[in-house]
């Protein structure tokens, strides 16, 4: 070695020795298909999917992501060619991304919207992290959109698309609405038919057991709405024996109501 040439560090050396024993252990696993070997390479290389996770991983999916990290791993490594003369991590690497990619594009959206919106979502997500840190501060969308070489209302399109990837829950609560409020109970505070349907369910039992002549009564007054004058002359009686048999019959119902 010429004296004037620095020597190799050790961490160089160190990996050096290490890339040779991950191709011996190919070779090894190629002439032996020993699935033993292929575990120990697959076991060294794990770092791949807690990155990938960390990357584009969110908590409400981080152990499916990471899941399928590792088995792209597997896959890279039953694939690889040592001979080709790239390293196994960058193979490996670009593998696990594209399947964390498909991963998402595929599966995490409730809301789907078209693949090349869907794809610039993900690549607008990326680029805030990114820039983000570079800038310390969030990028504007004029940044983010000079940055892709694209359009401030393309970069927005993709932040609402993003944005809708989960749906909520009707009885999800948010952080700026009073203890007990729900989207539910907001709904059914603006569409009174819910707190019919609930009467409804509840007088059902109740109203089946009444004589088939109170039935007839109730259906006439509260659901064709008619008058007590006119009830009294659809039963033959007078005004103020319809008015005590409608509100005699009102309160069998109740009763019934409440051994229901």
Not at 25 to 48: C, K, P, Q, S, Y
Not at 134 to 145: K, M, Q, S, V, Y
Not at 226 to 242: I, P, T
Request: proline share 5%; net charge neutral.
């Amino acid at each position: 070695m010429p004296q004037d040439a620095p020597a190799p560090s050790r961490s160089a050396a160190a990996g050096s020795r290490s890339v040779n024993r991950i191709d011996e252990l190919f070779r090894d696993f190629r002439r032996t298909g020993d699935v033993r070997i292929r575990n120990r390479i697959v076991e060294a290389h794990l770092d791949l999917a807690d990155w990938c996770t960390r990357r584009y991983g969110d908590h409400a999916m981080r152990d499916d992501l990471h899941h399928v990290a590792q088995m792209a791993i597997v896959h890279a490594t039953e694939r690889f060619d040592p001979d080709v003369g790239v390293s196994f991590r960058t193979f490996a690497s670009r593998t696990v991304e594209g399947e964390c990619k498909r991963f998402l594009r595929d599966r995490s959206w409730n809301v789907r919207p078209p693949r090349a919106l869907l794809e610039l979502s993900l690549v607008v997500r990326r680029q805030q992290e990114e820039l983000g840190h570079l800038f310390g501060r969030p990028p504007t969308i004029d940044e983010l959109a000079d940055h892709l070489d694209t359009t401030a209302e393309r970069v927005l399109e993709a932040i609402e698309a993003y944005g809708s990837r989960r749906g909520v829950s009707i009885e999800d609560h948010r952080p700026d609405e009073p203890v007990g409020a729900s989207v539910a109970r907001a709904c059914s505070d603006l569409e009174p038919g819910y707190d019919a349907v609930d009467d409804r369910v509840a007088v059902s039992p109740a109203f089946s057991k009444l004589p088939r002549r109170q039935r007839e009564l109730l259906f006439l007054r509260f659901v064709e709405r008619r008058s007590q004058s006119e009830l009294a002359e659809h039963f033959g009686l007078s005004q103020s024996y319809v008015s005590r048999f409608l509100n005699a019959t009102l309160q069998q119902l109740r009763n019934e109501v409440g051994r229901c």
